[in-house]
């Protein structure tokens, strides 16, 4: 069996108390078989709240409030401190390590959900790397896995991270490049021609950044006129206002999506108003993104992780349901709602935004899509269905 893991993966280490927000509020813990069974056993003097506070029908434990039930007013656990950190279940054992399964291979990775992983993972400025190893460890057989597919979805991710890393290019070159190979693959998997997938990858590495590149671009966009569904035009130019279609992402998905935490919703109206709201037009809200640009350099890097965290946690996930250009296109996306709320922050607090803001930011965001399986399923439709999320658009933002 192989594991593979970023190289900070160790850094973490629960602050427990001094976290500034819980992870034991705002969702369901579910309880693993085993750890049921050593509730049902317990004896002493926890056994009788122990079994009271536990859904036994569901597997999970009961919320007051949205609260774990066993979660106390110093948000600290009182399974922990009354019955000892091995009495834990195996979700609030391993969270925030989170875990992606395949055939032959495990991918451990530190959620963003989590206050001190996002800054674990956000301060890092250097290129974010990964180590695998063997261990030894049973390995499970999955049933109709199409490991060649597989191997090339590897190969491919591969290749993306170095797009993704290439700092001697700009970031808004290297999401088109994300997108256009991701495009690309997702064309040759449909036809079912993976043998193409290493001639794409070698297309794409010669025409780098350049003039033939752009052309490309440029030919998709003129190929594939806007549809009447989309956002409206700009009155002066022949392309998608920018204005319109940030607002339509935000009104196509929100609306669609589970809430996990009250006031969510509230929050993304705080936010988002001060930076919607004082733009009548591009040009004003171009302005506003240089000058975020201006005042908080350090967002390019934050670009660049996050796009790295959201194609290594999902994207091999394709070779269970073959959407490759799916998963590229939330990447893009999850990190444009990111940079939006960072900007309104930034409004909203008189131009002044911080490296803890952005940490927020991540943790919440991260907390009302990937704790909610229906959630990151809808997202998922979404960027595969909805006319908003095409391709000529996500270039745009």
Not at 223 to 252: F, G, M, N, Y
Not at 257 to 272: A, D, F, I, Q
Not at 315 to 323: M, S
Request: aromatic share 14%; glycine share 2%.
């Amino acid at each position: 069996m192989q594991i593979t893991k970023p190289t900070f993966y160790k850094e973490f280490s629960c602050i427990a108390g001094a976290c500034p927000d819980t992870c034991c509020a705002g969702w369901q813990i579910m309880i693993d078989e085993k750890s049921l069974q050593k509730y049902r056993r317990f004896k002493g003097s926890f056994r009788n709240r122990l079994h009271n506070d536990i859904d036994w029908k569901e597997h999970s434990f009961c919320q007051y409030d949205k609260r774990c039930a066993f979660l106390n007013e110093d948000n600290l656990c009182d399974i922990y401190s009354e019955a000892g950190k091995d009495m834990l279940c195996d979700t609030c054992r391993k969270y925030p390590r989170h875990i992606e399964e395949f055939e032959g291979l495990r991918e451990y990775s530190l959620s963003l959900s989590c206050p001190e992983a996002a800054r674990i993972f956000l301060s890092h400025k250097e290129k974010i790397t990964f180590f695998t190893r063997e261990v030894a460890a049973p390995e499970e057989t999955f049933d109709d896995f199409d490991y060649f597919l597989f191997t090339a979805l590897m190969d491919t991710r591969d290749y993306l991270f170095s797009v993704i890393q290439d700092r001697s290019i700009p970031v808004r070159l290297r999401r088109q490049k994300l997108l256009a190979c991701a495009h690309d693959f997702q064309l040759s998997l449909d036809k079912n021609e993976l043998f193409q997938w290493e001639d794409i990858c070698d297309r794409h590495q010669k025409s780098g950044y350049g003039e033939k590149f752009l052309n490309k671009i440029q030919k998709w966009n003129n190929d594939h006129p806007v549809s009447s569904e989309q956002p409206s035009k700009d009155s002066t130019s022949d392309t998608v206002s920018l204005l319109a279609l940030c607002k339509q992402i935000w009104r196509t998905v929100i609306p669609q999506m589970e809430v996990l935490r009250p006031g969510w919703h509230t929050y993304l109206r705080k936010t988002l108003v001060p930076l919607y709201g004082s733009c009548q037009n591009d040009t004003e809200l171009t302005e506003i993104y240089a000058a975020f640009a201006h005042d908080y350099p350090d967002w390019t890097v934050h670009e660049e992780q996050l796009l790295l965290y959201w194609i290594y946690t999902y994207f091999c996930g394709a070779v269970y349901d073959d959407q490759i250009f799916a998963k590229v296109k939330m990447a893009v996306v999850c990190t444009f709602m990111i940079h939006e709320l960072a900007i309104g922050t930034w409004l909203k607090n008189n131009r002044h935004f911080t490296f803890e803001d952005m940490i927020s930011i991540c943790y919440r965001f991260s907390r009302e899509l990937e704790h909610s399986d229906p959630n990151l399923n809808e997202i998922e439709r979404l960027m595969d269905e909805e006319d908003v999320f095409d391709f000529r658009n996500l270039l745009t933002i």
